[in-house]
């Protein structure tokens, strides 16, 4: 069990490497700070949020996030909106054609991605699904 443990543990690790090398090359192709370009996967997963929600998802201070909105609304990936709900709240928004533009970057990785998990049938992706559940913060 031990070196079952171990193989997955490396095997997360060989994963999460791979995903911030990955990212940080698609960043600086686009122009963008290597965190930058995680607030667009956070807006991709949990839809538009505050930037004070942006804050707890990523741990960085309020005032880091507003430079990163700013970086990536002067870039055109995304938009500062009013809440309909409550105008007083502004809402970090993905702007239109953002996700064309980062499509093409990320292709490959969401084939194989597709490939994989259509090996598995529905018992072992509901055990991979609240594996990763208890490992990705909401």
Same mark, same amino acid.
């Given at each position: 069990?031990?070196?079952?443990?171990?193989?997955?543990?490396?095997?997360? +690790?060989?994963?999460?490497?791979?995903?911030?090398?990955?990212?940080?090359?698609?960043?600086?192709?686009?122009?963008?700070?290597?965190?930058?370009?995680?607030? +667009?996967?956070?807006?991709?997963?949990?839809?538009? +949020?505050?930037?004070?929600?942006?804050?707890?998802?990523?741990?960085?201070?309020?005032?880091?996030?507003?430079?990163?909105?700013?970086?990536?609304?002067? !870039?055109?990936?995304?938009?500062?909106?009013?809440?309909?709900?409550?105008?007083?709240?502004?809402?970090?928004?993905?702007?239109?054609? !953002?996700?064309?533009?980062?499509?093409?970057?990320?292709?490959?990785?969401?084939?194989?991605?597709?490939?994989?998990? !259509?090996?598995?049938?529905?018992?072992?992706?509901?055990?991979?699904?609240?594996?990763?559940?208890?490992?990705?913060?909401?």
């Amino acid at each position: 069990m031990d070196e079952l443990r171990r193989e997955v543990t490396e095997g997360v +690790l060989r994963m999460i490497a791979s995903v911030v090398l990955h990212n940080h090359a698609v960043a600086q192709e686009l122009g963008l700070g290597a965190s930058d370009s995680q607030f +667009l996967t956070l807006l991709d997963v949990h839809g538009p +949020l505050t930037p004070g929600r942006l804050a707890a998802l990523t741990g960085l201070s309020t005032g880091t996030v507003t430079g990163v909105v700013d970086r990536l609304e002067r !870039a055109g990936f995304v938009e500062r909106v009013r809440d309909a709900g409550d105008r007083r709240r502004v809402l970090v928004t993905p702007a239109e054609g !953002a996700g064309a533009v980062l499509a093409p970057h990320y292709r490959e990785q969401a084939e194989h991605l597709d490939a994989v998990l !259509a090996r598995r049938d529905d018992d072992e992706l509901r055990v991979i699904a609240a594996f990763l559940a208890e490992l990705a913060p909401r």
